[in-house]
């Protein structure tokens, strides 16, 4: 019995022990930011000061590249595939016969309505004499004018269906690989190839609407692809006159030169917009912003002591941001060490070279 009181007696002496010893420990951490005067210690910081700049407001986005025209090739007729005059991959001309459906019905058709035609062209002019001599009414002379026109029409009509068994290329560009062959029966659901315009290029892109006042036609940009390190030139053309509902952004539409062929459609494009240049621009380094839940925030020197500041910004870069309120010319903002910082806490700033 006695032993198991001794060691009840020592757990105790050890668990007391053991909480003064934290206790200690935990003063003597919070004694380490007080001076001997009891003071709270200042914090060593980095620190810039705050210069207005000229800054070429470029914005960042991403864009898609198609083609300047594009359209699926097909027969507007059914029938017989009779002959293909394009070659896969190949350069056609804007109006150069792409293939031939056969069309030997619609010229027999076409007889036909010729003959009926010519009939009909007869039977009114022996009631127009006829109307004439009074031997007939106006009526039986009419209904002979609207025969000849119903004949005429009939072969305008077969003239038009033929005219469609020889397909066109609607514009000049390239040709893809095609679907179909000699001696194969088409419709005018299935698809014969694509035929693209690359000479020129669009490059889709999306800005924010906050910048749609600063976006204007004819403003050129430049961009680049994946893959390459050249920049490509393109100057826009059209702007969406209206702002996405979904996204909050509106949809602008460049045109770019294509002449060596480099570019494909359907490659991702990253697009550096220009904006309006501003000459007292308030620039920080990134890692100065603290993003907080009702916006963005930094720490100013002010009298010795950190001090919170709200600040509204714009424009991103890799190595800055601009500041649009909140910060500026002359204030020192506080650029390490911000994570651990508080409103009134004494700094000891050490003022670095502004290189932004």
Known sequence: MKIKYLVYALLTIGIIGFIGYRIKENKSKSGDSKDQSGNIKSMNVSGIIVEPQ???????LSGSIE???????????SGIVERIYFEEGSSVSKGQVLFKVNDLELRAQLRQASTREGLASENARR?????????ISQEEYDLARADLK???AQTQLIQVQIAKTSVRAPFSGKIGLRSISPGIYITPSMLIANLVNT???KITFSIPEKYATQIKKNTSLHFTVAGSNKKYSAMIYAIEPRVSVATRTIQVRA????KDGNLL???FADVEMPLDIIKDAILVPTEAIIPVQNGKKVFISSGGKAKQVMVETATRTDASILVLSGLKAGDTLLTSGIMSLKNDVPVKVTVAKNNI
């Open 265 to 267: 459609p359907g490659l």
């Open 67 to 77: 083609a300047n025209e594009q359209v699926e090739i097909r027969s507007e007729v």
């Open 127 to 135: 009631a127009q004499l006829l109307l004439q001599k009074e031997a």
């Open 199 to 201: 000479s020129k290029l």
């Open 255 to 258: 045109l770019a030169e294509n």
């Open 54 to 60: 000229t800054f070429d407001n470029n914005l960042s």
């Open 150 to 152: 119903s004949a005429e």
